[in-house]
């Protein structure tokens, strides 16, 4: 069975600081990752997903994902937070047909 | 762009009740879900169905049931609203695959509705 840990269920960082958000996966086949972004108030919105291409995916508002099979891990990160990336994000994963394995969420805040 | 609606963004209801949320897409997609969000859970599948009057249970699917008669239309009931229903419900819809059954090897982008918060008092 598939699953998916977040590490974090709040993360704070500074404006134009790095924002690593962490997320690792349990899979039986070969995986599909993805991450969501859920504005408040809103539905949940694609950000990146990694389909076993390359293993550095690049995504919307300058996100980007590693997928390390190693370390079983498809950790988030930013370079430089800006005060509109404060939302919550979900990693989640191929649960098989079509499904996804979404993990418990981690709420990003950005300080001033 | 795909949209996905859902028939109310708040919902308030008694112990008791019959409670039918709605939700239609408008890109012809063969599969919707129905998910619940909760604090600490993440999103958990109530409900999918990968075709007309077909459903899949989900991870969570007691006390809940779901309705498909129409492509763009995937209906969610509570047949007798409990206090620990109250949550937030998210509806998705992805494109199918070319055959009756969807395939481990392919995957399409799930689009998700704003949500509806149910409170049941």
């Known amino acids: 069975a598939q699953s998916v840990t977040q590490l974090g269920s709040h993360v704070s960082v500074s404006e134009g600081a790095l924002v690593l958000l962490r997320c690792n996966y349990s899979s039986s086949v070969p995986p599909y990752l993805f991450w969501y972004v859920q504005y408040p108030n809103q539905g949940l919105q694609l950000l990146l997903k990694?389909?076993?291409?390359?293993?550095l995916v690049k995504g919307i508002n300058g996100f980007e994902a590693e997928f390390k099979k190693s370390e079983t891990s498809f950790h988030l990160t930013k370079p430089s937070a800006h005060m509109s990336d404060a939302a919550e994000y979900f990693c989640a994963v191929r649960g098989g047909a079509q499904k996804l394995v979404f993990g418990q969420g981690t709420r990003l805040t950005i300080n001033p | 762009d795909v949209k996905v609606t859902q028939s109310s963004r708040y919902l308030v209801k008694r112990t008791g009740e019959k409670v039918f949320l709605e939700c239609v897409q408008d890109m012809d997609h063969e599969n919707m879900f129905w998910y619940r969000q909760d604090p600490g859970l993440g999103l958990r599948l109530i409900y999918f169905?990968?075709?007309?009057?077909?459903?899949e249970k989900g991870d969570i699917p007691e006390g809940y049931s779901v309705s498909r008669e129409k492509k763009e239309r995937f209906s969610l009931i509570l047949e007798s609203a409990s206090t620990n229903q109250t949550s937030m419900y998210l509806c998705?819809?992805?494109?199918?695959?070319?055959?009756?059954?969807?395939?481990?090897?392919?995957?399409?982008?799930?689009?998700f509705g704003p949500g509806t918060r149910l409170t049941v008092l």
């Open positions: 169905s990968y075709d007309v009057k077909m459903k």
């Open positions: 990694y389909t076993s291409a390359a293993t």
């Open positions: 998705a819809s992805s494109r199918g695959t070319s055959f009756s059954r969807p395939l481990l090897s392919s995957y399409n982008e799930q689009f």
